[in-house]
């Protein structure tokens, strides 16, 4: 099972929004509803902060939205902030009913 | 609060054997699903291995399958996996995770196994 495929990095500015895009394939993302994304600043653990595509934990803030179209999904971070520079991670459900994570992303607030 | 609490993590040569435990507490471990994770030292996420609540089906990433082996006590509220046969390529912090729905919602705060000789 391949790693789902992320961009490497991405940037923004305060108060501008990023997209990372989380690319699979019709055995996993493009399967299931069952996308989610972590959040992780350094030296820390994962943070659940999108799951079943779309859906936030109680907690996170509504500036973290999810989407999916096809075999790829998508977290767009409106509004960002200092806070939200971390690294990035989508997950699938795969066919064999594991799961898979993606590369990662790191986002730099500039 | 849910609590998960790893430990059994160290260094073991290549070749070796290391069992990885999860201490779990503040819900009802015996009714999820759980899972290991693990996280090379700046690298990313990579699913290792999961076990269904009565223990009866197991789910192996690729790169340990053959290797490692999930377990659970659900008398004692604890997680295992047993790792054998160790590489260098197993050097990582793991992560026991409760899983909640289709998603990682809860995670322990991870214990290192490095692999040197």
């Known amino acids: 099972q391949s790693a789902l495929t992320q961009p490497r990095s991405l940037s923004g500015s305060p108060g501008q929004s990023v997209t990372i895009s989380c690319t699979g394939t019709s055995s996993d993302v493009g399967s299931y509803d069952f996308v989610s994304w972590y959040q992780q600043h350094p030296g820390k653990v994962p943070r659940l902060i999108i799951y079943?595509?779309?859906k936030r934990p109680s907690g996170v803030p509504d500036r973290f939205s999810g989407s999916k179209s096809g075999n790829t999904a998508s977290l767009t971070i409106s509004g960002l902030q200092a806070d939200d520079e971390a690294d990035y991670y989508c997950c699938s459900l795969t066919g064999s009913f594991t799961y898979v994570f993606g590369t990662g992303t790191q986002v730099t607030v500039l | 609060e849910v609590q998960l609490v790893e430990s059994g993590g160290g260094l073991v040569q290549p070749g070796g054997s290391l069992r990885l435990s999860c201490s779990a507490s503040?819900?009802?471990?015996?009714?999820?699903?759980m899972h290991w994770v693990r996280q090379a030292p700046g690298k990313g996420l990579e699913y290792v291995s999961a076990i269904s609540p009565n223990g009866g089906s197991t789910k192996y990433g690729d790169p340990v399958k053959g290797r490692f082996t999930i377990s659970r006590d659900n008398s004692k509220n604890t997680l295992y996996l047993q790792l054998s046969r160790l590489r260098v390529g197993d050097t990582a912090v793991y992560y026991c995770?409760?899983?909640?729905?289709?998603?990682?919602?809860?995670w322990g705060q991870g214990t290192l196994v490095t692999v040197s000789s």
């Open positions: 503040g819900f009802s471990f015996s009714s999820d699903a």
């Open positions: 995770v409760r899983r909640t729905g289709g998603s990682f919602g809860y």
């Open positions: 079943d595509v779309t």
